[in-house]
């Protein structure tokens, strides 16, 4: 038997080599093959959304896109309502495309891209984590006892 400082010890090291062997192996192609996706997806997501919004704007006015600085033609309302909604588009494409290059990298690689990762996780995180996880026992206990107490039950 070891005493108390040697199983410690071993402990440690045991923990370390298991969060080393945990830790994802990024290559340097990593990095470039990342950025590549990523714009590629951002990229071909904007202007498939904004082809969709001008043809549905086409397809819901009958009339053509509104364009910035033609003030003789077209109202400043439909100017700024197409550009709100072609941008809501064009962040909601943008954002999706984004997230389906992630899935899609850490389906291939069996990780995130290393600048996707958050390795620290701060106290502060860990802590509201703990609380977050305790609100929601809280709240799991007490719908189970409203449904108890609701059909009778003891």
Do not use: C
């Not at 830790?23 to 590629?40: A, R």
């Not at 997501?45 to 969709?52: E, F, M, P």
């Not at 006892?145 to 009778?152: F, S």
């Amino acid at each position: 038997m070891g005493s108390k400082d040697t199983k410690k010890a071993v402990s440690r090291a045991a923990e370390k080599a298991k969060a080393k062997a945990e830790t994802p192996q990024h290559t340097p192609v990593s990095g470039p093959v990342w950025k590549i996706l990523s714009i590629g997806s951002t990229i071909v997501a904007t202007k498939l959304a904004t082809d969709a919004a001008q043809k549905g704007w086409k397809l819901a006015t009958g009339r053509n896109v509104p364009v910035k600085g033609d003030f003789e033609r077209e109202r400043t309302r439909d100017v700024v309502l197409f550009t709100a909604l072609s941008s809501m588009a064009v962040a909601a494409a943008r954002v999706a495309a984004e997230r389906g290059a992630a899935s899609y990298y850490r389906r291939s690689t069996g990780h995130l891209p290393k600048a996707l990762e958050n390795e620290k996780v701060s106290p502060t995180d860990k802590k509201a984590s703990r609380k977050l996880a305790k609100g929601k026992a809280k709240a799991e206990r007490a719908t189970q006892k409203a449904i108890d107490k609701a059909t009778g039950r003891p």
